[in-house]
């Protein structure tokens, strides 16, 4: 089984445009906290309700939401500002909540 250690890391494009717009000092938190992640650690939380299944890594005063896509790879899906995060982050829909009951 891999470890932890073999993780990769998918940005998806909101992610990477938020990281670019950072300053340099908040950008290199962003590398170590990230660093951190890939490697087990961090400040990680699993998130509930309408989010679970999702984990948020704490960043300072910023919040990155991820999701394990594979024992392989983390889904870094949305980053944002902790006051504000949690509001602009819409999870995908999934075929079963697509589907007609």
Same mark, same amino acid.
């Given at each position: ?7 990769? @890391?998918? %940005? ?9 717009? &950072? $300053? $340099?000092? *908040?950008?290199?938190? @962003?590398?170590?906290? %990230?660093?951190? %992640? ?8 699993? &998130?509930?309700?309408? @989010?679970?299944?999702? !984990?948020? &890594?704490?960043?300072?005063? !910023?919040?990155?939401?991820?999701? !394990?896509?594979?024992? %392989? ?7 944002? $500002?902790?006051? *504000?995060?949690?509001? *602009? @982050?819409?999870? $995908? ?9």
């Amino acid at each position: 089984m891999p470890s932890v250690n073999d993780s990769t @890391f998918k %940005l998806s494009r909101q992610v990477i445009d938020y990281i670019a717009a &950072l $300053p $340099p000092d *908040t950008k290199k938190a @962003f590398n170590s906290a %990230l660093t951190k %992640l890939r490697k087990g650690g961090g400040d990680t939380h699993p &998130l509930k309700e309408e @989010f679970a299944g999702y !984990h948020r &890594l704490r960043i300072g005063s !910023h919040r990155v939401i991820y999701m !394990h896509a594979s024992s %392989l790879v983390i889904e870094c899906v949305h980053a944002g $500002p902790r006051k *504000t995060v949690y509001q *602009t @982050f819409v999870p $995908p829909k999934t075929a079963a909540q697509d589907s007609p009951a």
